[in-house]
């Protein structure tokens, strides 16, 4: 009777041994095979594995105020469409901020001649700091002595920088002094150069350089231009600004393109 009750007790232990489920540790991965998969899920994601709330709020607000960026870069160009693709709007700003590097530089070489120009024409170093003559004999004393040269003319000033904007349809003109740079944007057509290079040859202007870009769509090109003065001096009578040249050639450019 003690060895069938020894058995049994054993067997009874060997029961509980087998029947009891190994403890689930919280944190842990399940054993494979399981569909306890909760320990892994991260706070404030969802199991299906989308982007938190606060993170899809915050691309949100970063795809809005790229849009306005973008928005306010392309009113600066205004031969770009608002509704041109954001490559097209990068690539316009890139050469416009060209243009205007060598204007600056143009402008800054030009303010240098002009300098260079009025320094040459201030006359003698010398002849402002003079000495006073050794006295001689009271006679020669009484005798006023004549200047040895004629006092030169005062230098001009410097001639003003004049900038000026000038806007029609299609067409836009960026004006500083005898330069300007002559912006058109058309629906591709073969004879819009034409048009633009026929107008300039009916004024004192001289075409230095011609940029042009054209795709399926739109032709597109920057004309350097300069107002000849002697140009205008063979026209003769009163010699037209450079400011109303450049606006006359603006009316007729528009007027060309839209025929």
């Known amino acids: 009777m003690s060895q069938e009750g020894s058995h049994q007790a054993s067997d009874a232990s060997g029961d509980d041994h087998g029947t009891s489920s190994p403890a689930v540790v919280q944190g842990a991965p399940s054993p494979r095979g399981s569909s306890n998969h909760g320990c ?3 706070a404030g994601a969802d199991a299906s594995g989308d982007k938190p709330q606060h993170l899809q709020e915050l691309d949100a607000s970063d795809e809005k105020v790229e849009e306005e960026l973008y928005g306010d870069l392309s009113s600066f160009l205004p031969h ?23 204007t600056a530089a143009q402008i800054e070489n030009d303010l240098k001649q002009e300098r ?3 320094q040459q024409a201030g006359g003698d170093p010398g002849a402002s700091s003079s000495s006073a003559p050794p006295q001689g004999p009271p006679e020669q004393q009484q005798i006023p002595q004549q200047p040895k040269k004629q006092q030169q003319p005062a230098a001009a000033p410097p ?4 900038f ?11 004006m ?4 300007a740079n002559i912006t058109v944007c058309v629906p591709r057509r ?4 034409t048009i633009v290079l026929s107008v300039l040859e009916n004024h004192p202007i001289d075409v230095v350089t011609v940029q042009i870009a054209s795709d399926e ?21 009163e010699a037209p600004a450079s400011e109303d040249i450049y606006q006359l050639v603006l009316s007729e450019i528009a007027a060309g393109l839209s025929n």
């Open 80 to 102: 770009v469409s608002e509704k041109a693709r954001k490559v097209k709007i990068v690539k316009e700003a890139i050469r416009y901020i060209r243009y205007l590097e060598c």
């Open 40 to 42: 892994f899920v991260t």
């Open 176 to 179: 500083c002094n005898d330069d």
């Open 190 to 193: 073969r004879d819009a150069l």
């Open 164 to 174: 000026r904007t000038f806007s029609a349809t299609n067409v836009m003109v960026n």
């Open 116 to 118: 260079a120009l009025a």
């Open 217 to 237: 769509a739109r032709t597109m090109f920057n004309v350097f231009t300069h107002v000849n003065p002697e140009a205008i001096q063979q026209l003769g009578g």
């Open 159 to 162: 001639r003003r920088i004049v």
